[in-house]
Nanobody, 123 residues
Framework: QVQLVESGGRLVQAGGSLRLSCAASGRTFSSYGMGWFRQAPGKEREFVAAISWSGGNTYYADSVKGRFTIARDNAKNTVYLQMNSLKSEDTAVYYC????????????????WGQGTQVTVSS
């Protein structure tokens, strides 16, 4: 079992940057594929980015490609989402997720979820 706690969300102006962190408990963090998802009010949860257990493979939604970067530090049991050139449409609750079986772009590939952190981008 792994527990995930996101942090770093806040209000930021359009064009600004923000780094989200997701701290994981447990000694097997390095074996999990990790993902970031987001959900805006009235919308479905959508995939943002994912990273393999080793960090060697990363995946991005087209809407964030070139602006967001996912990274992980297995020594610190933490995964990050660096968000640059933020837009108002990036406003959402951002969730961190862990998968025991691989690295996925679908939310149903993940078994463990954090509580989310709010990102609000003002235009």
């Amino acid at each position: 079992q792994v527990q995930l706690v996101e942090s770093g969300g806040r209000l930021v102006q359009a064009g600004g940057s923000l780094r989200l962190s997701c701290a994981a408990s447990g000694r097997t963090f390095s074996s999990y594929g990790m993902g970031w998802f987001r959900q805006a009010p009235g919308k479905e949860r959508e995939f943002v980015a994912a990273i393999s257990w080793s960090g060697g493979n990363t995946y991005y939604a087209d809407s964030v490609k070139g602006r967001f970067t996912i990274a992980r530090d297995n020594a610190k049991n933490t995964v990050y989402l660096q968000m640059n050139s933020l837009k108002s449409e990036d406003t959402a609750v951002y969730y961190c997720a862990a998968s025991s079986y691989g690295t996925y772009t679908r939310f149903d590939g993940y078994q463990h979820w954090g509580q989310g952190t709010q990102v609000t981008v003002s235009s």
